[in-house]
């Protein structure tokens, strides 16, 4: 196994070198031979002053990184994916196209599932990130994490993924602790008429969706949407298929008005199912009998969210927001799950004479959960309300002629487990120049223990290494307390020429009180003596640190030649705290890549053909046995009319197959990544 | 380990290979920078204003001051070759008081909001078109702020002091604007 992995790692390492000779070789050629036509256009063309006033102003102000202005000010780590860099990335799921921000490390596990996470604690349910869609709240409390493969939406009406690496207790409240992900879609007034999409390839085998979009009344518009997709399973190590499958559908509305100079609204819903098969080992009955099984999951879910905003007057807002969402989830035979939340916030902005900008607010978030205990995971009670009130207030005060920002201030929640919880942060911003910014931070986030750590208990493994096969229970415990960080970031974000931005920071997490897994007396489960129970009880007793840096460079070369480079650093270190055992969760530590590149170049050749290839670089993750990797997506798209367009998209083109991730839980199948190719039809009317 | 090294600094050549282009291309930019922007802002909202006439006569030149952003004002330069309106237009360079003297506009931007304050409070009640482009500007005393919304440009106008200053707005500009008099929101944007 051993000489295997160090086989395939030779064999990537002389595809590496190829790669980079071949990209190279395609920059030298591409730039040099463009670059004459490009300084020919220079010559000519009108100016900015011929535009009309209103196209002046409908022009959105972009720097080198295609990044609204706004999040240059931010004093925190912010990374903006955009709409347009999914569509040109080749992404079909918003997983995938997490990768594109510095700092994320996404690693697909199987079909249906990834393990997506900031700053380390790298497992499918990544328990310190915090998904929210629309501002409605994907992380589940069961877990302490995010089923990847529910969250969808169509990939063509987002507006933008913000990633916001570090704690942001302050402003998203508990969970929000190595990082939050805000996905937002488009006003419907920005999706005006109709689309449709049709596609299919080798891993994408067929996927299409309908959207249309029109006006209500002079002050309402509207859009409409339904999309479905089928996805082929991947294949294991010895490269036989492992027969997933994994399909869904969706539909969805959005409204959006402006029924006076001072009011904005929007109502949005959405209803899916999903079936998603893995392939695994099931460890049936108490003789821990070992058979192959593909489990299923039927997952149902719907939500409708609600917005206001209301101008008071120059300088103050409010705002409204509320929500209800249900999960119903059969995950077959682990466990079944039924949530229903509903959410509602507030929150007042508003100017404290001209230094001062306050903000505040709160809410309260109502949980019913029906579930029932399957063969790996139980809890006690099944079913449970949960109540979750927070209030908050921030003041940015801005000194020295608004070239010293500074905004400090706190969340105060309160859960039902561990009761209330203080999250202060202290943030500043200093423009050291026109275009350039350096930041600092203080925060601290702490994470609310979920149910199962809590109230559950689940099958961890089954050891089969001794003589007897012994089964890994992890069991909840009722006084397991939340977990805390203590956040120092720092960093510098600038344009050093009008195309050419930079962003760089760096962090240290201090963590404490981290839920571990504590080993209790081992027991025979049968008569015989031939099975065994390894208990493991959950307390609070591992702490850790972590440290490491982020960066991204992005460079608008030409308007035909975008160029995004990132890297990422992380060194993770777990410890037991005295009294502790625990060896389960410290192994968190190896589980994350330590350096992580990606390189985006995103070409327009002519008017009419797209060019865009996307290479990433994860170091080993040697704890699950998985190698580095290189990997490279294409991307070619030709515009036959303005409203018709045919792409090719590759994906993890080096090689023909790779392992990503090895999610051992309840001894699943481990497959690889296999390379894929898909054709894709847009037809806009 | 001399593996790992290895592709680490492959990861490095692949980022080296952007620093180089960026060597060679260190020039190209074709798209409009937020100084072109505002530059155009400034020339589009000036084809809107009207002075009386003892102030800018025909065949007057227009003079258009600038204070703390010499690239917006390098900008306009390029813009301001074409005559406005059918004035030709001057750029000045505004560094004290006394440079705002004989001036039909000027536009404030980043620096000290103090000195703002008082070329504001010098020029207050003449007529002199006052833009800025800072939080607050309109009641700081300026006629025309601009402000971003989601990377968009916005414009607020205080009409009551433009009023005062006896210049005139076309109403097609205050369409497009957030107007205030008095301090008082009366007509949001359109």
Do not use: C
Not at chain 1, 342 to 351: G, L, R, S, T, Y
Not at chain 1, 481 to 489: P, R, S
Not at chain 2, 122 to 128: F, K, L, R, Y
Request: no cysteine; charged share 25%.
């Amino acid at each position: 196994m051993r000489n295997e992995v160090r086989m395939k790692s030779s064999i990537r390492k002389g595809q590496s070198w190829a790669v980079v000779i071949v990209w190279v070789g395609l920059w030298g050629i591409m730039s040099q031979a463009l670059w004459g036509q490009e300084m020919e256009k220079r010559g000519g063309g009108g100016t900015l002053a011929d535009l009309s006033l209103e196209a002046l102003l409908s022009l959105q102000i972009v720097s080198a990184s295609q990044t609204p202005d706004a999040y240059f000010d931010t004093p925190a780590p912010v990374a903006v994916v955009t709409g347009d860099d999914i569509r040109r990335s080749g992404a079909t799921t918003l997983a995938d196209a997490l990768a594109l921000a510095p700092g994320m490390t996404v690693s697909r596990i199987d079909l249906s599932r990834w393990a997506v996470s900031v700053r380390g604690f790298h497992t499918q349910f990544a328990k310190n990130l915090l998904v929210l869609i629309d501002g409605r709240s994907v992380y589940t409390p069961l877990f302490s994490g995010t089923t990847w493969e529910l969250q969808d939406v169509l990939l063509e009406d987002v507006d933008r993924i913000e990633v916001i690496r570090g704690p942001g207790g302050l402003v998203w409240g508990a969970n929000a602790v190595n990082g939050v992900i805000n996905v937002i879609t488009k006003s419907s007034r920005d999706t005006q008429g109709g689309q449709v999409v049709a596609g299919g390839g080798t891993t994408e085998r067929v996927f299409g969706s309908v959207r249309y979009g029109g006006e209500l009344n002079e002050t309402t518009t509207y859009r409409v949407y339904g999309k479905g997709f089928l996805r082929d399973g991947f294949v294991d190590s010895e490269g036989n298929s492992t027969l997933e499958e994994w399909h869904s559908y969706r539909t969805g509305f959005r409204l959006d008005g402006e029924p006076s100079l001072w009011d904005k609204w929007s109502l949005h819903g959405g209803f899916y199912y999903s079936y998603s098969e893995i392939a695994g080992r099931a460890t049936v009955g108490p003789r821990l009998a070992d058979e192959v099984t593909l489990s299923t999951a039927d997952n149902y879910g719907a939500h409708v969210i609600g917005n206001w905003s209301h101008v008071i007057n120059e300088g103050s807002r409010l705002e409204l927001k509320g929500y209800y969402d249900w999960v119903d989830r059969d995950v077959s035979p682990t466990y079944k799950e039924q949530r229903h939340t509903v959410d509602a916030e507030v929150k007042h902005v508003f100017e404290l004479g001209l230094r001062n900008q306050v903000a505040w607010g709160g809410g309260y978030r109502f949980m019913q959960e029906n579930n029932q205990s399957g063969q790996f995971i139980g809890f006690d009670p099944e079913n449970r309300d949960m109540h979750l009130v927070n209030l908050f207030v921030e003041d940015t005060l801005s000194l020295l002629d608004e070239r010293l920002l500074i905004s400090g201030g706190s969340k105060f929640e309160h859960n039902d487990f561990t009761g209330w919880e203080v999250q202060p942060s202290l943030r500043l911003t200093g423009k050291v120049a026109e275009e350039h910014r350096v930041w600092g931070s203080v925060a601290r986030a702490v994470r609310i223990p979920s149910r199962l750590e809590r109230e559950g208990n689940f099958l961890v493994t089954v050891d089969r290494r001794g003589e007897f096969p012994v089964a890994w229970y992890v069991f909840g415990d009722r006084d397991l307390d939340a977990e805390e960080l203590i956040a120092y970031e720092a960093g510098y974000r600038g344009l050093v020429t009008p195309n050419l931005m930079v962003d760089v920071s760096v962090f240290y997490h201090d963590y404490d009180k981290l839920a571990s897994a504590e080993p209790g007396e081992r027991r025979a489960t049968n008569p015989e003596g031939t099975a065994f129970l390894q208990p493991f009880n959950g307390a609070n007793l591992l702490k850790g640190e972590s440290y490491g840096v982020e960066s991204s460079v992005q460079w608008s070369a030409t308007d035909w030649l975008r160029l995004q480079a990132i890297h990422s650093f992380l060194r993770f270190n777990l410890k037991n705290k005295p009294g502790g055992q625990d060896f389960l969760v410290l192994s968190d530590q190896d589980k994350s890549p330590r350096h992580q590149f990606g390189l985006r170049t995103s070409m327009d050749l002519g008017r009419d053909v797209e060019l865009d290839l996307w290479g990433r670089y994860v170091d080993p993750i040697t704890r699950l046995d998985v190698s580095s990797y290189f990997t490279l997506d294409a991307r070619v798209a030709w515009r036959y009319r303005p409203n018709v367009e045919f792409a090719v998209v590759g994906q993890n083109l080096l090689e023909s197959r790779h392992k990503e991730y090895s999610a051992r839980f309840l001894n699943t199948l481990e497959p690889e990544i296999e390379r894929g190719v898909y054709g894709k039809v847009t037809w806009l009317f | 380990m001399l593996g790992h090294v290895k592709k680490v600094l492959a990861g490095i050549v692949l980022v080296g290979v952007g620093a180089t282009h960026l060597a060679l291309g260190w020039g190209g930019e074709v798209r409009p920078d937020e100084a072109e922007v505002r530059a155009a802002l400034i020339y589009n909202v000036l084809r809107f204003a009207d002075w009386p006439p003892e102030q800018l006569a025909e065949g007057d030149e227009i003079r258009v001051g600038f204070w703390g952003s010499s690239e917006v004002a390098a900008d306009f330069v390029d813009l301001a070759r074409q005559p406005l309106r059918g004035h030709a237009v001057r750029v000045v360079h505004v560094g004290e008081e006394a440079d705002l003297q004989g001036l039909h506009a000027v536009y404030f931007h980043g620096g000290d909001r103090a000195e703002i304050q008082a070329f504001l409070n010098a020029v207050a009640g003449s007529p002199v078109l006052t833009l800025t482009e800072i939080r607050g500007g309109l009641r700081m005393g300026s006629m025309v702020n601009f402000f971003r919304v989601d990377g968009r440009y916005r414009i607020e106008i205080s009409l009551s002091d433009v009023k005062a200053s006896g210049l005139t707005l076309k109403s097609s500009l205050l369409r497009l604007a957030r107007v205030y008099e008095r301090g008082k929101l009366v007509r949001e944007i359109e």
